[in-house]
Structure formats: C-alpha cells, structure tokens
C-alpha cells in the first residue's frame, strides 16, 4: 500500500523557520515527482512546491518562493520542505504528495495515493 505521512509542523513565531518531513512507503520518493501542498482554514488546497522526478529540478509558488527549500533524500525515503522567515499566512496544514508532473497548472495526485493526515504550521504575528 503506498502511503504518505508528513510530520515537523510547529506553532513558530513570525520569522522563523522550520522544516517538514515526509515519510512514504509503498513506493520512493525517486519514483515519482513530488510535491507539498497546503490548506489554510476556509480556504482549498493549494500547491506548494514540487521536486521533478529523475532530476533534482525544483518549483515553488510565489508565495513561498525565496524562503523555502524542497528537497528528497533517497537513502532515507524522505521528502522535505524547510521554510524560512514564516509569515502568519503561512498557516495552515501542510501535505506532501507524490505527482504525476511538475509541470503544468495542476500538480495531480497520484490515484493509488490518498492524501495524509497533514502536519498543522501555525505562525503567530
């Protein structure tokens, strides 16, 4: 059963950094593009970042673009997010997902995958 898991969301203060893991099984993190996507109170899900599969070629939206690092660690399985200089409207829950493509509007989730159960960021003004 392929499966995602994300972990590492904290309450931080404005400013500040963290970073967000993802664990998955079933599958690795080299066999397919993956991407972050994050869903604020109220609002949809909206995507993040994305790491391209077979190349180490990285997308952010604009909204993190700058302050925040995708990455993949083959050995561990993992695909990680750090974030840096955290604003209060980057609260929300954060999901990781493994894609069918980077590119292109829409980051679309693999069918077999359901999404997790997300790690909650919560930054205080």
């Known amino acids: 059963q392929m499966q995602v898991a994300e972990s590492g969301g904290k309450l931080v203060e404005a400013g500040g950094s963290l970073a967000l893991s993802c664990t998955v099984s079933g599958f690795t993190v080299d066999d397919y593009a993956m991407a972050w996507f994050r869903q604020a109170p109220g609002k949809g899900r909206e995507r993040v970042s994305c790491?391209?599969?077979?190349?180490?070629?990285?997308m952010y939206m604009d909204s993190v673009k700058g302050r925040s690092t995708i990455s993949r660690d083959s050995a561990m399985n993992t695909l990680s997010l750090q974030m840096s200089s955290l604003k209060p409207e980057d609260t929300a829950m954060y999901y990781c997902?493994?894609?069918?493509?980077?590119?292109?509007?829409?980051?679309?989730?693999?069918?077999?995958?359901?999404w997790g159960q997300g790690t909650q960021v919560t930054v205080r003004s």
């Open positions: 790491i391209r599969y077979s190349s180490d070629e990285t």
């Open positions: 997902m493994a894609v069918t493509s980077c590119l292109g509007q829409k980051w679309l989730r693999l069918p077999s995958i359901d």
